[in-house]
DNA sequence: TCATTATATGGAAGGGCTTCCATGAAGAGG
DNA sequence: CCTCTTCATGGAAGCCCTTCCATATAATGA
């Protein structure tokens, strides 16, 4: 059997107080001692038993991740992020995917209720009210990222600013017939990006058409983020009589889904239309997609960071914090590319 | 506070013991009884604690997955496989990341001892024989993926059969002089890959021509499954006085890499150097790339299937399964390719 | 009717840790 | 030399469950 910390204590002939105090490593402690208990320690291979521990001081060390199907490029580099900083405080990962929407009650009721984890992450998704106020009311750290609510912190991106650059970048190549296709506004950041184009058409006089405005995936419960839904809202918008010579896409996955939409129909890019993504996943440099570049790994990183400081007990005040966003260039949108896009190590 | 079982045992009018019963929907429990304290349960919307309840019953429903940097499009497909399969057994996934080779020691000394997860998945990895030992000593259920033990439960992919059919997809379209980039050595699948690629090419009475074999990534720490390590392999073919017309990538990431290479020094694919790639990522399709596909979201339930019959103690016999892989053409060959390849849905 | 068996239930013990309180030794101060 | 602190240490109690054993009750059979 696994040693327990009362073999420890018997063999280093002290009691488990001592023995929990130098796992724990307390101040009170006699070098004499302590070094002896580590050697029995080391001797025996014990290890705390990690739930043990848990329910005695009532915190597991690990934390929930929770997103969207998480087999997406877009979260990979979010991840990575993540993972980086989480690691850096010795705390475990859970990982929740929630590809049903219903199915996150589920999970929230569990998350709360069961402590299995010290806090969460809820990436991509909207928290509903009657969750939001069971976490507060609990005090269970919680922190939003790519995603917003005034009463928790979250970590996302200007998305309006984004979109208002794309769009703008469209206008200052000449274009006055710029489209959007855009996810299901049911989720937060698709939302915010129409506001940027709007924004932007109209800071130039330029009037919104209504008809220009492709939503994906309009009539099934998915949330429009993938390419199957750009390909066919790409499709749709070429079949318009007078339709728009650019369009801004909430997604790089989705402009990939619109790029096979427009060779398909044998139109060239940017000639015939020209396109300007969301995200700077690594896809969009090999389809030479111009696109708006979110610091993932960092949104992470802070994300993690705030999280801990709440499980910590800190009581910092509230945090919203939006990173800005650039444009990069490259060939869909008939600008000129600046040469050097030979970055990022890209994995396997 | 949260209710714990002896809120509920009061409130109902019952013994905790039969409280448990409920919980885990023990037989002898009368109807009446049960409802009684379902509603209570309800009422109170007690939840047991996860770690209680694992401190009791010795066992936590969660899974470790360990992963070399978990961020590459590779394992995007294998987690989804993973991840369904997993959630169908109501366990959790505790994600951990290894990106430092020396840090693979501690992860295993902490799950084995810690007692944190029931179960684990290694994947890419190969494991010491000294952990082997004290893994099966203790009779820790584990599952090797897309990596290889004799005495462990392993699924992979038929590397070599895989590795073959692209060398001799190459052979076929007439090249002599062909190449191979792989990753170190140190991977299990990078080494049968080699053998594949060697054996393809005496089954068809080329010479193997130790020049033409690049290793990624050669003195460096990581695996050579990237895409830097690919463009800089081909850099260095590129400078060979009688370079190799085609060659034989071992992943489709240092394909990428390659291919910038190849477009960098103003040569075409496929007319100035045939590639075949290996894994067909989604990235592949955008490249054009001619790949061996691998059933990645098959390996991955299949993995978990494996690794549940294990920790539900079932003793099956020892699983060593090899998927078949199978050539996919596209342009980077130069064999003519099928037309459609508009599958794959692609989230964000 | 009584003995016997089956069945539902209560609750102590136990799982491995932390933490608090009590204890005793050693050091400080006069 | 004696009293008062200070501080390392031991170990009981408690964290919240499950499980086993004992008990009470009902059902069965003769």
Redesign the interface.
């Known amino acids: 059997m696994?040693p327990t910390i009362y073999d420890v204590a018997k063999k280093a002939g002290v009691g488990i107080g001592t023995v929990s105090r130098v796992i724990n490593n307390s101040s009170q402690i006699t070098p004499e001692t302590k070094s002896r208990v580590l050697k029995v320690i080391r001797d025996l291979?014990?290890?705390?038993?990690?739930?043990?521990r848990?329910?005695a001081q009532n915190k597991?060390l690990?934390v929930a991740i929770i997103l969207p199907?998480?087999?997406?490029?877009?979260y990979?580099?979010l991840?990575?992020g993540i993972?980086q900083e989480i690691?850096e405080h010795s705390y475990?990962?859970?990982?929740?995917?929630v590809d049903n929407p219903e199915r996150i009650d589920i999970f929230m009721?569990?998350i709360?209720?069961?402590?299995?984890v010290d806090g969460m992450l809820l990436v991509s998704m909207s928290i509903s009210e009657k969750y939001k106020d069971r976490f507060l009311r609990a005090n269970f750290p919680i922190v939003l990222v790519d995603s917003f609510h005034k009463e928790l912190d979250s970590v996302s991106v200007e998305n309006e600013q984004g979109a208002y650059l794309a769009t703008k970048h469209l206008i200052d190549q000449g274009h006055n017939k710029i489209g959007m296709i855009d996810a299901q506004l049911k989720s937060t950041p698709a939302k915010i990006r129409l506001q940027g184009y709007k924004k932007a058409l109209k800071d130039h006089h330029l009037p919104f058409n209504k008809n220009y405005l492709l939503i994906s995936d309009a009539d099934t419960d998915k949330d429009g983020?993938?390419?199957?839904a750009g390909y066919e809202a790409m499709k749709q918008m070429l079949a318009m009589p007078d339709r728009p010579t650019a369009v801004f896409i909430s997604?790089?996955?989705?402009a990939?889904?619109a790029i096979?939409a427009l060779q398909e129909a044998g139109l060239t890019i940017p000639r015939d239309m020209a396109i300007v993504g969301f995200?700077d996943?690594?896809?969009a440099q090999?389809?030479g997609l111009t696109t708006i570049h979110q610091p993932l790994y960092e949104m992470g990183r802070l994300a993690v960071h705030r999280l801990m400081e709440r499980i910590k007990g800190k009581l910092p005040e509230h945090l919203d914090k939006h990173f800005s966003t650039h444009l990069v260039i490259r060939d869909s949108c008939g600008a000129k590319a600046s040469s050097n896009s030979?970055t990022?190590?890209?994995?396997?």
Chains 1, 2 share one sequence.
């Open positions: 696994k291979r014990y290890q705390p038993h990690a739930m043990a848990g329910l597991s690990m199907s998480f087999t997406g490029y877009f990979l580099e991840l990575r993972q690691s475990d990962i859970v990982l929740y995917n009721n569990r709360l209720r069961e402590r299995r983020f993938n390419r199957q997604s790089d996955v989705q990939a889904g096979r995200d996943i690594e896809l090999y389809l030979n990022s190590a890209g994995n396997r």
